[in-house]
C-alpha cells in the first residue's frame, strides 16, 4: 500500500468497556485506519435503562462523534444497536448528517451466524435489554429463517466483568447459573453467540460451562471482517476515512474518570490504554 490520506477517524462507541473487545478486533484486521473510541462510563450501564434513554444517550454520543469529525461510527455495544441504532439511522441521520453513517453489531452478527449451527438451534446470551428487544430474534430470522434462537439474559455478568471478578472463583455461579437456564430451553443448542462484548472476558469460565463440542461464537472477529467488507463495497466512505501505510493513530475519551477508565480498558483492549474526559451531555 502506497496511499496516505488525511480524512477522518471511525467512531467506535460503547456505554462501558465492552466495545473496546470489539475495538481490538477492527484494529487487528484494519491498523492503517484512525480510530477513536468513546465510553459513556458515567451513564453505565445502558442494559437496565429504558429504550427512550438509551437513545437519547447514544444520540448525544454519535453527534459527539460528528464533531471529531468521524465520517463513520460503530454503535460497538449490543444495547445501543437495539435500543438506538434504527431510529438514530432512519430519523436523525438525514436530519444532522446524511453523508454520515452509523452501524451496529446485531445486523452483522445476524448475518452469519447461523452458518455456525448443524441443529439450527442458537442460543443468545445477552443483557436484559438486548434480550427484551428481541433483536437477534427478529435479524436472524431475516437471514436465517429455519433456525430457532432462544435467549438468556444475564444481569450479572457484566457487573462481574466491569469489577474485575472475571477470573475469580465468584464468578463460576453466575456463569454456571446463566448457561444453564439458557440449555434448559432445549437440549439441541449447539452454538452460543455471545451477544455483549463484555462477555469475551468470561469466555474461559464459560467453555467449562458448556457441553464439550459446543460452538461458542464471541462477536469482534465477525465485526471487524464485516466492516472490512462494509469498506470494501463502499468505496466513497473508504476515501473519507484517514488511512496510512502504517499503523493509524488511537484515541481514547471516556464520559467518567480516565484513571479508572484507563486501568479497566487495558484488560479490554489487551495493551495499555491513555484516555481523555469529555462531557457529551450538552450535545
Known amino acids: 500500500m502506497t496511499e496516505t490520506r488525511s480524512g477522518g477517524p471511525i467512531g467506535i462507541f460503547d456505554s462501558g468497556y465492552g466495545g473496546l473487545t470489539v475495538m481490538k478486533e477492527i484494529v487487528s484486521v484494519l491498523p492503517e485506519y484512525d480510530y477513536i473510541y468513546l465510553g459513556d462510563n458515567a451513564r453505565a450501564p445502558y442494559g437496565p435503562r429504558s429504550f427512550?434513554?438509551?437513545?437519547?444517550?447514544?444520540?448525544?454520543?454519535?453527534?459527539?462523534?460528528?464533531?471529531?469529525?468521524?465520517?463513520?461510527?460503530?454503535?460497538?455495544?449490543?444495547?445501543?444497536?437495539?435500543?438506538?441504532?434504527?431510529?438514530?439511522?432512519?430519523?436523525?441521520?438525514?436530519?444532522?448528517?446524511?453523508?454520515?453513517?452509523?452501524?451496529?453489531?446485531?445486523?452483522?452478527?445476524?448475518?452469519?451466524?447461523?452458518?455456525?449451527?448443524?441443529?439450527?438451534?442458537?442460543?443468545?446470551?445477552?443483557?436484559?435489554?438486548?434480550?427484551?428487544?428481541?433483536?437477534?430474534?427478529?435479524?436472524?430470522?431475516?437471514?436465517?429463517?429455519?433456525?430457532?434462537?432462544?435467549?438468556?439474559?444475564?444481569?450479572?455478568?457484566?457487573?462481574?466483568?466491569?469489577?474485575?471478578?472475571?477470573?475469580?472463583?465468584?464468578?463460576?455461579?453466575?456463569?454456571?447459573?446463566?448457561?444453564?437456564?439458557?440449555?434448559?430451553?432445549?437440549?439441541?443448542?449447539?452454538?452460543?453467540?455471545?451477544?455483549?462484548?463484555?462477555?469475551?472476558?468470561?469466555?474461559?469460565?464459560?467453555?467449562?460451562?458448556?457441553?464439550?463440542?459446543?460452538?461458542?461464537?464471541p462477536q469482534g472477529e465477525i465485526v471487524a471482517r464485516s466492516l472490512q467488507d462494509y469498506l470494501r463495497r463502499h468505496q466513497e466512505m473508504n476515501k473519507r476515512l484517514n488511512f496510512t501505510t502504517i499503523e493509524g493513530k488511537r484515541s481514547f475519551f471516556t464520559t467518567d474518570s480516565p484513571e479508572d477508565f484507563d486501568r479497566q480498558a487495558s484488560v479490554f483492549f489487551g495493551e495499555k490504554v491513555i484516555s481523555k474526559h469529555v462531557e457529551v451531555q450538552h450535545f
Not at 174 to 193: A, R, W, Y
Open 52 to 217: 427512550d434513554t438509551v437513545y437519547h444517550y447514544t444520540l448525544e454520543c454519535v453527534r459527539w462523534f460528528f464533531e471529531q469529525g468521524c465520517p463513520l461510527v460503530i454503535l460497538a455495544c449490543n444495547t445501543a444497536s437495539a435500543k438506538a441504532l434504527r431510529t438514530i439511522q432512519q430519523n436523525d441521520l438525514p436530519n444532522i448528517a446524511p453523508d454520515k453513517r452509523v452501524l451496529g453489531v446485531i445486523r452483522p452478527t445476524a448475518e452469519i451466524i447461523g452458518e455456525y449451527t448443524h441443529s439450527k438451534k442458537i442460543g443468545v446470551l445477552g443483557t436484559r435489554g438486548t434480550v427484551q428487544s428481541d433483536s437477534y430474534l427478529i435479524e436472524i430470522n431475516k437471514f436465517f429463517p429455519h433456525v430457532n434462537v432462544f435467549q438468556q439474559a444475564c444481569p450479572m455478568w457484566v457487573p462481574i466483568v466491569e469489577n474485575q471478578e472475571y477470573d475469580q472463583p465468584g464468578a463460576d455461579y453466575f456463569v454456571k447459573k446463566s448457561i444453564g437456564e439458557l440449555l434448559q430451553k432445549s437440549d439441541e443448542i449447539d452454538t452460543i453467540l455471545l451477544a455483549c462484548t463484555h462477555y469475551p472476558l468470561l469466555l474461559p469460565k464459560i467453555i467449562e460451562n458448556v457441553p464439550e463440542g459446543m460452538r461458542v461464537i
